[in-house]
């Protein structure tokens, strides 16, 4: 009797650690689960420096900003002329100065996709949205700081297009691909502008 | 509908994603369990205003309506905030 009694206690105890195993093993995946599980993250690379791209780049950045998500902005390439505040042609290579004085020198002066005509497309799109009441370019990247947008200047291009860190706007984080990618995996959104 | 709310906003005539974006920043500062109301005359608002009381954790759209002022449409919404 007492013999078939310890069988038993035996038996429950070891059935207790299987589960105990199990439940630790599920614990740890579920973990594993959550680490990768996506954030309320919105991840954005600005590569067009064309103001309508670099608008609707604006709007989606300051709408989920709004909508609770956390946002990153990552400008490459053409997209840098967006954080400059002018343009310095001191020490500068002559391949950089042509490519300076070819390029916006802010996001006042950024051309449109199609029918720029030499900046008149531009100008005309500016004053329809302003009849129409929407905000401008100006005003969307001053709400998008105010609504904590991230700003981040690739440093690669930045140096390759020979954009020196004082001809952009300060405040600005800079970085690499890593940096884009440490967000952009996090996010359940990653828009290619 | 007669809805009762804590704070009005007036967003008409301004275009997307400005009523969001002030609606947000009004929500921000009420209690929980308060309501803002908020009317604008941008259609794409009421897509908008569903879509995010979808996705953000603390707020719940209470209510929308549209209604024509002038032959201009105008659309309120109410907005509680949840958490």
Redesign the interface.
Known sequence: MGASFDTKAGADASRVQALEEKVQELAKRLQDLEERTPEDRVAIIVFSGDLDRVLAAFIIATGAAAMGQQVSMFFTFWGLSVLKKGTELSGKTLFQKMMALMSPDSSLSLPVSKMNYFGAGAKMLRSMMKEKNVSSLEDMIALARDLGVRAIACEMSRDVMGIKQSELAEGLECGGVASFLADSLKARTSLFI | MNQSFDKLLDAR??????P??N??KEVGKLEPGQVLKIIATDRGSVA?FQ??AK????VELIGQETESVDGANVYTHYVKRTG
């Open positions: 005539g301004l275009n997307c994603p400005m969001l974006v609606a947000r908008d879509g995010w996705i953000a954790k603390n």
